[in-house]
């Protein structure tokens, strides 16, 4: 298990597999075996010693295949290191405070008491009109969403180092 670490994530257009992808990059070139897989084709957990998991947020909900790893895995994750992090908010600011302090959605809050990750992060996201479906393209249009790619991916790259230099770390104590 040494070092093996699973980036998995679930994505409706892309940009949370681009976010996942970054993540994976950093952690690989600090020195760490990293496989990144969308969530619903990751098999067993056991060669890995910690998970980063990451879900496009709609409506304040993260994508099914998302909500179906935390909870095939609820007990394999209660013992790993786990990091969770959503994407989704366009517009300038924190990404929180668009969702007004939202970090992860209520519905999978008792799952995420037990695991106890060992942080959870909200990223800006991306609204690309060509790539979206008729009815997403007409609820933005209600809602006045803003276009366009918001991530900021020297904060995905500080996040991504933090958990490298933690795991580093611990393999070193």
């Not at 892309?14 to 993540?23: D, M, Q």
């Not at 959503?86 to 517009?91: Q, R």
């Not at 997403?136 to 991530?151: A, L, N, Q, Y």
Request: charge should be positive; charged fraction near 25%.
């Amino acid at each position: 298990m040494e070092n093996q670490v699973l980036v998995t994530y679930a994505t409706k257009y892309g940009a949370t597999a681009e976010i996942a992808e970054k993540i994976g990059q950093v952690l690989r070139q600090a020195g760490l075996r990293t496989d990144v897989l969308p969530a619903n084709r990751v098999g067993n957990l056991t060669s890995y010693k910690a998970v980063v998991l990451g879900s496009a947020v709609y409506i304040g909900k993260w994508r099914k295949d998302a909500v179906k790893f935390l909870q095939a895995n609820e007990k394999t994750l209660i013992e790993r290191q786990v990091w969770l992090f959503s994407s989704g908010p366009t517009g300038q600011g924190d990404p929180i405070e668009l969702l007004k302090g939202w970090r992860f959605p209520d519905a999978q809050q008792p799952i995420i008491e037990r695991i106890r990750p060992r942080d959870i992060t909200v990223f800006h996201g991306v609204v690309d009109v060509r790539k979206l479906n008729p009815l997403h393209k007409w609820m933005i249009s209600k809602v006045e969403t803003p276009i366009g790619d918001f991530r900021d991916w020297d904060i995905i790259t500080s996040w991504a180092t933090a958990i490298a230099n933690e795991l580093i770390e611990k393999s070193l104590a």
